[in-house]
């Protein structure tokens, strides 16, 4: 079985701050980690994933998330928040060595910047 | 990346009364999903939709409540029967082009609320 944690419900961050959003997981086999956003009204968007190779992944508006094998986690980060990064953020993962495809994803967390 | 659209964005309906939610995509598909998030809660899904197969169900969720329709790779409808307001909800369908890379794009979404 896999699983996603998104500790936090909430983080709060001032602009121009850095920010961490943070997540672990669980699989039996090699993970697939991914993190989407969601802004108020829409739909999910894809921000960045990890498959293989790099530890530290890079997407998009500045963000970047680092996998951490020995301590499960594939935490998002950015060195600069800004007010329009405010939004929910949720962290999934597959494992496709268990042979099913369905991602699982995290509760989410929502992130406000404030000016 | 993809542009996906779903129809109607939002809907109030009585209970007892169905409602049928369309994805269309702009380019053609093997994988489209259907995820229910209900609010302050992470995505579920519901199901799987192939072209020319029938839908697969996750648990707790059964076709007779949740019919989809999947007539050609752009193309997907999922049918909310016999509402009540415990299906308030925003239903989301996503789609998957390259299964090595396993990402998911999501539609904006549809926000039902049934009273």
């Known amino acids: 079985a896999q699983s996603v944690a998104q500790p936090e419900d909430q983080v709060n961050v001032a602009e121009g701050n850095p920010l961490t959003v943070k997540c672990t997981y669980s699989?039996?086999?090699?993970?697939?980690l991914f993190w989407y956003v969601q802004y108020p009204n829409r739909g999910l968007q894809f921000l960045l994933k990890y498959i293989t190779g790099d530890n530290l992944v890079k997407g998009s508006y500045g963000f970047e998330a680092e996998f951490n094998k020995s301590q499960t986690s594939f935490h998002l980060k950015n060195p600069s928040a800004l007010v329009s990064d405010s939004a929910l953020y949720f962290c999934a993962v597959r494992d496709l060595s268990g042979g099913s495809y369905i991602p699982t994803f995290g509760r989410g967390t929502s992130l406000i910047v404030h000016p | 990346s993809a542009v996906i659209s779903q129809k109607p964005s939002r809907d109030i309906c009585q209970r007892g009364t169905s409602l049928t939610i369309q994805c269309q995509v702009d380019?053609?598909?093997?994988?489209m999903f259907w995820y229910r998030q209900q609010p302050g809660q992470s995505l579920t899904l519901i199901a799987t939709a192939n072209q020319g197969s029938e839908a697969t169900y996750e648990s707790g969720f059964v076709i007779d409540k949740f019919p989809i329709s999947r007539p050609n790779l752009t193309f997907s409808t999922l049918t909310v029967s016999n509402m009540s307001p415990e299906d308030s909800s925003i239903y989301l369908c996503?789609?998957?082009?390259?299964?090595?890379?396993?990402?998911?794009?999501f539609g904006p979404g549809t926000r039902l609320l049934v009273l």
């Open positions: 699989v039996s086999g090699n993970p697939y």
């Open positions: 996503s789609v998957e082009f390259d299964r090595a890379w396993e990402t998911q794009y």
């Open positions: 380019s053609q598909v093997t994988m």
